[in-house]
């Protein structure tokens, strides 16, 4: 059973990676991951939107319940079998069993959102990436206590009881970053969930190290819209004075910009607050210590571009 735990997580790992690098660099593969685990009308272009969902709902936070349930469960009915030697254990053995599905099954919108969610480079990156294998230590230490359950006789309640134990404490860790993710990574959270043009994202390729910004409309003053530019995440704004485009790393511990509220040329990381001046990059408020990468823009015969 542990190895076809293990087996099952890896392949679904596998699978979602081979997916999503079929085409363009994932950006389709992306799509047909999200046509399996999304409703056809569910939109796929928002920012730190979860992008495993249901009509908008994430589907990690609703599948996580099952395995948290059911591996507590499976610890209290262990140590009822403990201490009374009633047909406890047989319940526990179920209890088990169901937790490992439910894990797995919540492994998979959970390494969607990882991929496509989380910012990269950024502290909420490595806490989601702990936060992953943390859980995987779970499911491997849940599956050896199953292994342990039926191939040794007499059952070894006081091991399987032990181990799950390290399971419990190991779920709590990783249910405790899991938190930080939602509530003060925002990953999955749609804060201004009202179609908004800023949560639009494009994806982009760059000439003769320029790229066209052609899909200007719907986009109002104090307004961003995130960009893909050949692996690069810029992000455009619209301000009083113009347009402006800059990196969507924050220079503090890479929050995404494009998440933030921009006022008066100035953009608001929505992880930490560090303010920067988006027409120049410079810090306007910290914790931020270091500006942001601005890229230049130009028009040329009615047309805008950024230049690369
Ligand atoms: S990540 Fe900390 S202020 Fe942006």
């Known amino acids: 059973m542990l190895i076809k735990g293990s087996l099952g997580y890896l392949f679904s790992v596998i699978l979602v990676k081979y997916i999503t ?3 363009d660099g994932g950006r389709f593969g ?11 009308s569910a939109r796929v272009n928002q920012q730190m939107k979860s992008k495993a969902n249901i009509k908008g709902h994430p589907l990690h936070p609703i599948l996580v319940c099952f395995p948290i349930a059911f591996f507590i469960g499976a610890l209290i009915f262990d140590v009822l079998a403990l201490l009374n030697d009633q047909n406890f254990n047989q319940t526990a053995v179920y209890m088990v069993i169901a937790g490992l599905v439910g894990g797995l099954a919540a492994a998979i919108p959970g390494l969607i959102d990882f991929i496509f969610t989380v910012p990269p480079n950024s502290t909420g ?21 199953l292994f342990f359950r039926l191939q040794m006789q007499p059952v070894p309640k006081l091991l399987i009881v032990g181990l799950e134990v390290i399971g419990v404490i190991l779920l709590t860790f990783a249910g405790w970053m899991g938190g930080t993710l939602v509530y003060s990574n925002q990953i999955g959270v749609d804060h201004r969930y009202a179609g908004a043009a800023k949560w639009k994202e494009e994806y982009l390729k760059a000439t003769n190290g320029r790229v066209e910004f052609a899909n200007t409309s719907g986009l109002e003053i104090n307004q961003m819209r995130l ?5 690069k995440r ?19 511990r890479g929050g995404s910009l494009a998440g933030g509220a921009l006022v008066c040329r100035a953009v608001q990381c929505p992880w930490h607050g560090s303010h920067f001046d988006v027409t120049i990059g410079d810090v306007i408020a910290g914790p931020a210590k270091e500006k942001i990468i601005v890229y230049p823009m130009e028009e040329e015969n009615g047309k805008l571009y950024i230049k690369i």
Do not use: M, Y
């Open 21 to 23: 690098n079929l085409f």
């Open 30 to 40: 992306f799509v047909f991951v999200l046509q399996l685990f999304s409703i056809p």
């Open 125 to 145: 990156k490595k806490r989601a990436a702990k936060h992953g294998l943390i859980n995987f230590g779970v499911i491997l230490v849940f599956s050896a206590s």
């Open 227 to 231: 960009l893909h530019v050949d692996g």
């Open 234 to 252: 810029i992000v455009v704004a619209r301000t009083e004075t113009g347009w402006a485009a800059f990196s969507d790393h924050c220079t503090h």
